[in-house]
Nanobody, 123 residues
Framework: EVQFVESGGGLVQAGGSLRLSCAAS????????IGWFRQAPGKEREGVSC????????LYADSVKGRFTISRNNAKNTVYLQMNSLKPGDTAVYYC????????????????WGQGAQVTVSS
């Protein structure tokens, strides 16, 4: 069974930092592109960043470029999202999932979402 468990969310003031972790199991992790996605109240889920399984190529949404950094540790089947200079607009539930690089950014058709990690940024 493919499973993702997100952790590391919390409440932080604008300008602060958080580091999210995504522990994956149930599939061959090393070769897979993994993405972080977020969904704010009343909005559609959007791709934040993704990282390939081979050479570690990364992609970021324009809204987080220069502030967020995605990385992975294949030995631990874990993907991380370091979030710096957080803004109230970053408030959302963050999820990880298998992803694809597309002309429109990180996309996924994954359906078995985990519980996600709540990130709340106060102004």
């Amino acid at each position: 069974e493919v499973q993702f468990v997100e952790s590391g969310g919390g409440l932080v003031q604008a300008g602060g930092s958080l580091r999210l972790s995504c522990a994956a199991s149930g599939f061959l992790f090393d070769d897979l592109t993994i993405g972080w996605f977020r969904q704010a109240p009343g909005k559609e889920r959007e791709g934040v960043s993704c990282i390939s399984g081979g050479d570690g190529t990364t992609l970021y949404a324009d809204s987080v470029k220069g502030r967020f950094t995605i990385s992975r540790n294949n030995a631990k089947n874990t993907v991380y999202l370091q979030m710096n200079s957080l803004k109230p607009g970053d408030t959302a539930v963050y999820y990880c999932a298998p992803a694809d690089f597309t002309a429109n950014g990180c996309q996924t058709d994954f359906g078995s979402w985990g519980q996600g990690a709540q990130v709340t940024v106060s102004s």
